[in-house]
Structures are given as structure tokens and as C-alpha cells.
């Protein structure tokens, strides 16, 4: 099975089952975690689509969920909330939006004294 690792976004060729202590070969993450599983959810209850599954609190680290199987990690890594903006606005034709600086830095020149 070819599936993809969430730390490092590494393909990953598995044969049989994911072992809890399991870790990529890549980056050292722990596969048998909630962020690699299939049933991960970040909208669903507890972040997991499997009704009877354990609550887990640290979704990266290893756990052992009887109810885990491995499932494409690297789409749930996260990017760049502003790149991914860009790329939208440059799908439409818009220019990128303007670099943000600190807010403090705005708030500070927004009341200094001139």
C-alpha cells in the first residue's frame, strides 16, 4: 500500500498492518496516529468519523486505536494560509494581497503622535 506520511509529506510504501510503534523512515513520525489515519475528520466529533472509537487527545502521537487504518496523511498537512490565498486570487486574475506586517506595528503608528 502507497500512501503518503503526515510529518514530512514523504510517499510511503507499507505492506500489512501499522504497528502502534511504527515510524516513518523519513522523518521519524508516528504513523499509527489519528493525523495518518483514514477516519480523521477535523469536523467531525472528536476529529474522527468512527462513531465508536476512543477519544484521543494528541492526534500526531502515536496511540492505540484498535479502529485505525492507514489513510493519506499528507492531505491534512498544513500549508500557508496566505500562499493558499494567493494562489486563489491568482486563479482569478487578482494581484496578491499585500504582505502584513505586525499588528503591533500598526497599532503603534496608528496612534503615534506626529
Known sequence: MATTCYGCGG???IDGPVG????CPTCDADLHSCINCRHYDES???QCR???ADHIVEKEQSNACDLFQLGD??????GSSKAAKDRLRALF???PAKEEGDPR???EA???KK
Open 110 to 112: 496608528l496612534f503615534r
Open 20 to 23: 502502534r510503534r511504527t515510524t
Open 44 to 46: 467531525a466529533a472528536h
Open 50 to 52: 468512527e462513531p465508536h
Open 93 to 95: 486574475g487578482e494581484a
Open 105 to 107: 506595528d500598526a497599532l
Open 11 to 13: 510517499t510511503l510504501r
Open 73 to 78: 496523511g499528507a492531505s491534512r498537512r498544513r
